[in-house]
């Protein structure tokens, strides 16, 4: 078996010290170009691998990665999951993946085993839903106390210190309200499954703004709210026997693939008789019928974003780094739900 190259051979090699070796592998602007590259090249050409438990040691750090997810069959989450892979793939960093289920109690014991038993650098998370609920972030700032940094996305605590990656949740229901009502809608009624949560109650107020600025009176009552999925087409029911709609908004694509489902069983014609919109671009949204018109969050981007602002964190080991929130950009991504907007040129 042929015998494994270390630093201190590619060191008596090219006749530099092992730190220099070292700096150079690791892209330091401690050595100059021509050094880096001709190490670089050297360590290249003899197939160097560095050896992950002296990098530890030498480092002070694991290069692994705690990703708290609440759940991997929500096709937003599991997007997100590709991207903060992805960028931690490229950065060199492994990554140890628990699925919480929202639950509270599930997000306090994985984070504790994490954190005290598997030599985390840092963690990557969305909050439970129970989390939120509870208003319980003490576990968090016991994490950050302890030195490890977190960053959170989409499901952020404001009340917590530590980067943050969102989306600006109101903006993008008011951008997906007007487009219902530049598109000729009158009568749009919202549909919450999320109505306790932040990023619920986000998305409820740029509905209500968008119909405030088109001087829509705002009906309590086409605002609906439900949580339990089995639920959906008899609620969403209720609304259609009660009240004339010409739009709709959700909080989801499951819930605004059931008001479609409901609608068709009324006789009505989508989008002639009846527009929907629904937030998250998944898989559902593309596959139903009609297709779906959705609030894209790019949750791949956010999870990219989230793992670059970890890395960057932890390489930087400055615990006087003031904390900050990246606001990804929502995107509405028009299909067959919803009326095409007839720009009149002049």
Known sequence: MKKKITLKDIANELGVSISTVSKALNDSFEIS??????????????????????????TQ????????????LNHFFAMAFSGIEKVANQRGY??????????????????????????????????????????????????????????????????????????????????????LIETGCKNIAFISTMPDYAIGKLRKEGYMRALKNASIKIDEEMMIEVEDSKKFEE?????????KIDGVLTTNELSAISTMKVAQKKGLIIPKDISVIGFSNGILSRHSNPKLTTVSQHAEIMGETATHMLIDAIEKNNPAYESVTKVIKTTLVERESTNKLVKIIK
């Open 33 to 58: 170009v021509e050094t880096k590259k001709r190490i670089q090249d050297y360590a290249k050409l003899h197939n160097f691998k560095p050896n992950t438990l002296a990098v530890s040691l030498q």
């Open 61 to 72: 750090r694991s290069k692994t990665l705690g990703i708290i997810i609440p759940n991997m």
């Open 94 to 179: 492994k990554i140890i993946t628990c699925i919480t289920n929202d639950s509270y109690q599930k997000e306090l014991e994985t984070m504790d085993l994490l954190a005290n038993g598997s030599d985390i650098d840092g963690f990557i998370l969305s909050m439970s839903k129970e989390t939120e609920k509870k208003n319980d972030f003490q576990h968090f700032k016991n994490i950050i106390e302890d030195g490890i940094p977190i960053v959170m996305f989409d499901r952020a605590a404001a009340e917590i210190k530590c980067d943050k990656v969102i989306v600006n949740d109101e903006e993008g229901a008011f951008r997906a309200v007007n487009h």
């Open 235 to 243: 609620v969403i029911g209720k609304l259609f026997a009660k009240k």
